[in-house]
């Protein structure tokens, strides 16, 4: 079946989307806060929300495809998977991470880091 795309759902809802976007870093990665008593310390914590809009966009581009926060907000991604207690244990050749046997999300960050091994950042020589 064909679906004619009118301008409404070419430009209005694009636009709608941008706009859901801009919010979303202004209210959930707190780019709005711009309290400091310098301009420099503004423009700083300007620069730290906009690195984190983009981790957080890679994250769900890349990692949380085929999972129910694949179209997430930033504000529950942040407060459900990322900002959770769990015990870090470094060796040298590898990171531990364990998180509670109550936590609810365990199946999705494994789907989640899944995801990312396939998508690796440097190919390992050799």
Wanted: net charge positive.
């Amino acid at each position: 079946m064909y679906f004619f795309r009118g301008p409404y759902e070419e430009r209005y809802c694009a636009r709608g989307e941008m706009e859901n976007r801009i919010k979303e870093q202004q209210l959930g990665l707190f780019a709005d806060r711009t309290s400091s008593a310098t301009l420099r310390a503004n423009q700083l914590r300007l620069y730290f929300s906009s690195f984190a809009y983009v981790l957080l966009h890679g994250l769900r581009r890349l990692g949380l495809t085929g999972t129910a926060f694949a179209k997430a907000q930033s504000t529950t991604i942040r407060l459900k998977l990322l900002k959770i207690g769990a015990r870090l244990r470094l060796t040298a050749r590898k990171v531990w991470l364990s998180f509670s046997e109550a936590y609810p999300y365990a199946s999705d960050i494994a789907q989640i880091l899944a995801n990312l091994k396939q998508h690796p950042a440097w190919s390992p020589p050799g």
